[in-house]
C-alpha cells in the first residue's frame, strides 16, 4: 500500500475522509453542533494553522483502483508535542474512510508516521486510543514510561511509542500542540 505526504491538493480531501470516519461518534459526543462537522475535522484545521503543524508528517493513503484519480483512502498526522521541555509528538487524528476501513489502511499510515517520526529523531510519540489496537505498534501506557498524559482521566488510554535511543526517553506530563487543548469534542 502507498503511503505519501500530503500535497495541498490533498487538503479538501483528508478533511471529506476525516469527517466520514468520526460522523459515526459525533452525535453521541457532542449533540447539536451547530457546523455537523465532527471535531476531529475542526482539530485538523487548527493544527494546520499552528506552530506545531509539521507538514512532513502528514500522511496520505490514496484510495485504489477504481476510486478516482486524488481520492484519499485514510490520513494520519503527528504534530509537535512536548514532554516537559523536550519536543515529542504528538500522533492523530488517525483517519480512515468507512469504504476502505477493515483493510489495512490505517496500519499502513500508523507504521509510515512512526518510521518517519522516528527518522526525524523524536524520542517518542504520545496519542489517545485503544489500547488493543495500539498496542501492536508498541504504544505503551504512557505512566510506565514516566509520562503524565494531559488529563488524568483518559488513563489507560493515553499512550506512548519510545523510540531507541542513546538517551532515555523524557519524563514528565505530555502536552500536545496548542488546538488540542481549544477544540471541543475531541
Given at each position: 500500500?502507498?503511503?505519501?505526504?500530503?500535497?495541498?491538493?490533498d487538503?479538501e480531501?483528508?478533511?471529506?475522509?476525516?469527517?466520514?470516519?468520526?460522523?459515526?461518534?459525533?452525535?453521541?459526543?457532542?449533540?447539536?453542533?451547530?457546523?455537523?462537522?465532527?471535531?476531529?475535522?475542526?482539530?485538523?484545521?487548527?493544527?494546520?494553522?499552528?506552530?506545531?503543524?509539521?507538514?512532513?508528517?502528514?500522511?496520505?493513503?490514496?484510495?485504489?483502483?477504481?476510486?478516482?484519480r486524488g481520492?484519499?483512502?485514510?490520513?494520519?498526522?503527528?504534530?509537535?508535542?512536548?514532554?516537559?521541555?523536550?519536543?515529542?509528538?504528538?500522533?492523530?487524528?488517525?483517519?480512515?474512510?468507512?469504504?476502505?476501513?477493515?483493510?489495512?489502511?490505517?496500519?499502513?499510515?500508523?507504521?509510515?508516521a512512526?518510521?518517519?517520526?522516528?527518522?526525524?529523531?523524536?524520542p517518542?510519540?504520545g496519542?489517545?486510543?485503544?489500547?488493543?489496537?495500539?498496542?501492536?505498534f508498541?504504544?505503551?501506557?504512557?505512566?510506565?514510561?514516566?509520562?503524565?498524559?494531559?488529563?488524568?482521566?483518559?488513563?489507560?488510554?493515553f499512550?506512548?511509542?519510545?523510540?531507541?535511543?542513546r538517551?532515555?526517553?523524557?519524563?514528565?506530563?505530555?502536552?500536545?500542540?496548542k488546538?488540542?487543548?481549544?477544540?471541543?469534542?475531541?
Amino acid at each position: 500500500m502507498l503511503i505519501r505526504r500530503e500535497n495541498p491538493g490533498d487538503v479538501e480531501a483528508v478533511r471529506a475522509v476525516v469527517a466520514a470516519a468520526f460522523a459515526p461518534y459525533q452525535a453521541a459526543r457532542t449533540p447539536g453542533r451547530p457546523d455537523g462537522l465532527p471535531a476531529e475535522v475542526t482539530l485538523l484545521d487548527a493544527l494546520r494553522a499552528d506552530l506545531g503543524w509539521l507538514p512532513e508528517l502528514s500522511l496520505v493513503a490514496p484510495a485504489p483502483a477504481p476510486a478516482p484519480r486524488g481520492g484519499i483512502a485514510g490520513h494520519v498526522v503527528c504534530t509537535r508535542a512536548h514532554v516537559g521541555a523536550v519536543p515529542v509528538l504528538g500522533l492523530g487524528p488517525l483517519s480512515v474512510h468507512p469504504d476502505h476501513q477493515r483493510r489495512g489502511v490505517g496500519s499502513a499510515l500508523v507504521h509510515a508516521a512512526l518510521g518517519a517520526a522516528e527518522a526525524l529523531g523524536a524520542p517518542l510519540v504520545g496519542l489517545l486510543g485503544d489500547p488493543a489496537y495500539y498496542s501492536r505498534f508498541g504504544f505503551e501506557h504512557a505512566k510506565t514510561h514516566g509520562v503524565t498524559a494531559p488529563d488524568p482521566a483518559w488513563g489507560e488510554h493515553f499512550q506512548v511509542r519510545v523510540f531507541e535511543r542513546r538517551v532515555p526517553p523524557p519524563r514528565g506530563p505530555f502536552v500536545y500542540a496548542k488546538p488540542f487543548s481549544i477544540v471541543d469534542g475531541v
